[in-house]
């Protein structure tokens, strides 16, 4: 969170911690059985989520230890997302589940659903998620477990979300690369989608809330768009 270090994973089963300034190994977490597909660091950094085909897992960073293992999908985790209060969990797959970040409880389930779930993200208040279903983008109320509403779709799948520090607006980018700006309040667009030449795959939006960064999945040179 600190934006010191950045962590990946893949298909090695491994979770590796890199040095942001100099790009060097800095730790390595070996134990996953299968591969990587998601992670997602608590709040102050001490722990993190990864997620696999078939399980999640919370990690002690300084032990270098599973806190807890638990089963949340029937394929792998597509997206880890974190409450603010560092208390619930949100993973996506066949559908949206919701953990209690302690203890590693299932709490919720959304009804599973043959299209992609690829994408989860939480406001800065930690009330509301956003999460997709194949080309859709759908809102949720943590607090209450229900969905609030569906906001416009894509001509392709959903692959990365991302809410604005106010938590007001929403970006949003497709498979195709098409990035879009929602308004939260009124459920549509705030401004004409934005194409990317490649296929995009993660989408940011800038502390002010208004400039739309993304990366794609086969990148030009310097990588963003």
């Not at 996506?92 to 993200?121: I, P, Q, Y």
Request: hydrophobic share 40%; proline share 5%; aromatic share 6%.
């Amino acid at each position: 969170p600190d934006g010191r270090v950045f962590v990946s994973g893949g298909h090695d089963c491994a979770v590796r911690f890199w040095d942001s300034g100099s790009g060097e190994q800095v730790l390595h977490l070996p134990g996953h059985s299968k591969a990587v597909t998601a992670l997602a660091f608590f709040p102050g950094g001490k722990t993190l989520a990864a997620g696999e085909w078939g399980s999640l897992r919370s990690w002690d960073i300084a032990r270098r230890q599973t806190k807890w293992k638990a089963p949340p999908h029937r394929g792998g985790v597509a997206c880890i997302a974190v409450t603010p209060d560092g208390a619930t969990i949100l993973t996506v797959s066949d559908n949206l589940k919701l953990w209690d970040a302690e203890a590693g409880e299932e709490l919720f389930a959304t009804k599973r659903d043959l299209k992609s779930h690829s994408a989860v993200t939480i406001a800065p208040d930690g009330r509301t998620a956003a999460f997709s279903v194949g080309s859709m983008i759908r809102l949720f109320d943590i607090a209450a477990r229900e969905e609030i509403c569906s906001l416009g779709r894509h001509h392709q799948e959903v692959w990365s979300l991302d809410f604005s520090p106010d938590g007001a607006r929403l970006a949003s980018i497709s498979h195709g690369g098409a990035v879009k700006l929602w308004d939260i309040e009124s459920g549509k667009e705030s401004a004409a989608p934005t194409a990317v030449t490649h296929s995009g795959c993660c989408v940011r939006l800038s502390p002010c809330g208004e400039i739309v960064a993304s990366h794609a999945a086969q990148e030009p040179a310097d990588g963003l768009h």
